[in-house]
């Protein structure tokens, strides 16, 4: 149900909502860093970094929600950590389905020469890829920057324009050409709506977490990295020979490839069918009940 007027925000705690949780976000990133400053193992480095992101983030979310945009947490759906099955389920299915599609093209399969670095490797994916923004980014564009525009301008623009800023923002400090910006456009917008979407059928933003985080583990961990160049850094590497734009997803990477739009496009359909049936369900009971 949309928000009754009188419980909408001003714009101006609207637009501050946008603007200062991405501050916040950079902050808190900038001074996790630090950590890798300090001369320890390379197995506790992301370990660390990933607890400190996280512990900054959520502070500085919830000083800026109860403080400055007048949210409580509960209201931006940052309840208590609690996993629904059907989205782990999700989180597993997605990224490994378009993995495998990926793999099912021609390609240069290679076992890089980092074996002695693989659990620092996995660690990091985990930790630093995973664990790490998948928390801060959604408690961020899908708690309380989604509330916010919520209460202001409704759902649709709590839906579209967090989506495509969380696109958007990838751009920054890549090389990228205009096709490039406009697959990561698509891609981004699209993976921000599904985020989204998760986040109303389940009622909170961990659901939504996890389907990032593993997504992200998955791949841009460097476990198994697939692209169109080879990656020294992973574990395994896939080079891609394909020359299409649309199946490599640009200088950007398969993240915002064909085969991960639709990915994200199918989640995002099968909810919205969820959601319209559940809805029908409901106004036939009402209906049976007057």
């Known amino acids: 149900m949309e928000d009754n007027i009188e419980d909408r925000i001003v714009t101006s705690k609207a637009l501050l909502a946008i603007f200062l949780p991405i501050l916040v976000l950079n902050i808190a990133q900038g001074m996790a860093s630090l950590i890798y400053l300090i001369p320890i193992s390379e197995v506790i480095s992301p370990v660390l970094y990933a607890i400190c992101y996280v512990v900054l ?16 947490l509960q209201e931006c759906r940052i309840d208590k950590p609690h996993i629904e099955i059907k989205w782990l389920s999700c989180a597993i299915v997605l990224p490994i389905a ?7 093209t021609p390609g240069e399969f290679v076992h890089n020469d980092s074996t002695t670095h693989a659990i620092g490797i996995i660690i990091t994916a985990v930790f630093v890829y995973g664990i790490g923004p998948g928390i801060v980014e959604e408690v961020i564009f899908r708690g309380l920057i989604m509330k916010a525009l919520e209460k202001r301008w409704g759902k649709r623009v709590a839906i579209l324009i967090p989506s495509i800023i969380f696109g958007l923002l990838h751009a920054i400090g890549a090389n990228l050409h205009l096709m490039d910006l406009l697959m990561l456009f698509v891609g981004g917008t699209s993976v921000g709506i599904m985020f989204s ?4 059928k389940s009622g909170s933003v961990w659901n939504s977490a996890i389907v990032h985080g593993i997504w992200n583990i998955i791949m841009i961990g460097n476990i198994f990295h697939v692209g169109t160049s080879y990656n020294k850094a992973s574990i395994f590497s896939y080079k891609l020979l394909s020359h299409s734009f649309l199946l490599t997803g640009g200088a950007f990477g398969v993240e915002v490839s064909i085969v991960a739009i639709l990915g994200y496009l199918s989640v995002i359909a099968l909810i919205q069918y969820s959601m319209k049936k559940k809805q029908r369900l409901n106004e036939q009971l009402d209906r049976t009940v007057h």
């Open 57 to 72: 983030a959520y502070w500085g979310v919830k000083l800026l929600s109860e403080k400055i945009i007048k949210l409580s």
């Open 197 to 200: 979407l998760i986040v109303y």
């Open 98 to 104: 378009v993995m495998t599609i990926l793999l099912c």
